[in-house]
């Protein structure tokens, strides 16, 4: 019972942050004007490339995540 909590826990966890880098996301992705992000490992191809990775990250580590 004791490692099915642990489990539970990490997974909550992790749901959180995803869920507040979601947010962070969306508010970045409409701020510079993106109607699409994918992950960038998906691309084959594509010109003029906007990577959000940067500003994403400044973003989360301004609000603490």
Known sequence: VKQWLVTVDKKRKSELLLGRIYVALKELA???EVSVV???RNILYGQNAVDLTDKLIKKLEENGI
Do not use: Q, W
Request: proline residues 0%; charged residues 65%.
């Open 38 to 40: 994918v992950d960038k």
């Open 30 to 32: 409409t701020k510079e």
